[in-house]
C-alpha cells in the first residue's frame, strides 16, 4: 500500500546550493558593475564630444548613441541576473524547469559577458576600425576616454566580467551534474507494508467483517428461516381411546 504522506523529503545535494550561490554572486557583480557604469557616462559623453569637436560628425548624438546603448546593455544584463537568482530559489525547491530555463537564460548572459570582455579585451572602438570622414580614429577616441575616465575603471571592469563569468560557467555545470540529476528527478512515492490492526476502507458492496477477537461473525446470506422439525411421539403421547375413529380388531 503506498502512503503519499510518508515519503521522506528529498535532501538537497551542496552541488546545487553552491550554484546557487554562485547565481547570487552573479546578480552583486552585475549590480555592481551598473553602479560603475551609470557613474562614468558622463566623462564618456564628454570624451565623445570632445573627440568629435570640429569634424562633420554630430559628436552630441554620437555621445547620446553610445551612452544610451551603454546604459540599456547594463540594465538589461541586471535584469537577466535578476532573473537567474530567482530561478536559484526554484532550483534549491528541486524544480526541475527551473533548472531548464536556468541553463536558456544563463546560456544567453554567458554569450552576452563574454563578447563585452572580448570587446573590451580588443580597445573597445579600437575593434570597430575607421569612422571614415573627418572623424577621428579610433585611436584617437580610445585615448580621450581613458584620460577622462579613472585609471582604475578598466581593470576593475575586467575583473568583475571575469568573475561573472566563471561563476556563471561554473553554476551551470554544477547544475549538470549526476547528483543535481538525482535531486531534481521526480520522487516516487515509497512503499509501506500495512500495519497489524489498522483498519482500511472497504469498498463499496462488500460486506464489512468486524474485529472481534473471538471467531468472526459472518452476516446472514438473507434465506429465510425454517421451524425445527416434530420431536417423536412419546409413550404418553398415545391419543385417548374415547375418541372417534376406527375400531380395533377383536382377538378372539
Not at 48 to 66: I, K, M, N, P
Not at 127 to 134: K, M, Q, S
Not at 157 to 167: C, N, Y
Not at 221 to 235: D, I, L, Q, T, V
Request: glycine letters at 12%; hydrophobic letters at 40%; proline letters at 12%.
Amino acid at each position: 500500500m503506498v502512503d503519499s504522506q510518508s515519503t521522506p523529503a528529498r535532501q538537497r545535494p551542496s552541488i546545487v546550493s553552491i550554484s546557487s550561490y554562485l547565481l547570487f554572486l552573479f546578480l552583486a557583480l552585475q549590480v555592481i558593475s551598473l553602479i560603475i557604469s551609470l557613474s562614468t557616462f558622463g566623462k564618456t559623453r564628454d570624451a565623445l564630444r570632445e573627440a568629435y569637436a570640429g569634424s562633420s560628425t554630430d559628436g552630441d548624438q554620437v555621445a547620446d548613441v553610445f551612452v544610451a546603448v551603454g546604459i540599456g546593455g547594463s540594465v538589461l544584463l541586471l535584469l537577466l541576473a535578476v532573473v537567474l537568482g530567482v530561478l536559484a530559489l526554484f532550483n534549491n525547491q528541486g524544480r526541475n524547469g527551473a533548472r531548464i530555463t536556468t541553463w536558456i537564460v544563463g546560456g544567453i548572459m554567458v554569450c552576452c559577458v563574454g563578447g563585452g570582455l572580448l570587446s573590451n579585451a580588443a580597445g573597445g572602438f579600437n575593434a570597430g576600425g575607421g569612422t571614415g570622414g573627418d572623424g577621428p580614429s579610433p585611436e584617437e577616441i580610445q585615448r580621450r576616454l581613458e584620460e577622462a575616465l579613472p585609471s582604475w575603471v578598466t581593470p576593475v571592469s575586467l575583473l568583475l566580467g571575469v568573475l561573472s563569468l566563471v561563476a556563471l560557467i561554473t553554476a551551470l555545470i554544477l547544475l549538470a551534474l549526476p547528483k543535481a540529476n538525482a535531486f531534481f528527478r521526480k520522487p516516487t512515492a515509497a512503499w509501506e507494508p500495512p500495519t497489524p490492526g489498522a483498519s482500511y476502507p472497504q469498498a463499496p458492496g462488500q460486506p464489512g467483517y468486524p474485529q472481534a477477537s473471538g471467531e468472526p461473525g459472518y452476516p446472514s446470506s438473507g434465506e429465510p428461516s425454517y421451524p425445527p422439525p416434530p420431536a417423536a411421539n412419546r409413550p404418553d403421547d398415545t391419543p385417548p381411546t374415547d375418541r372417534p375413529g376406527p375400531t380395533p380388531p377383536s382377538t378372539s
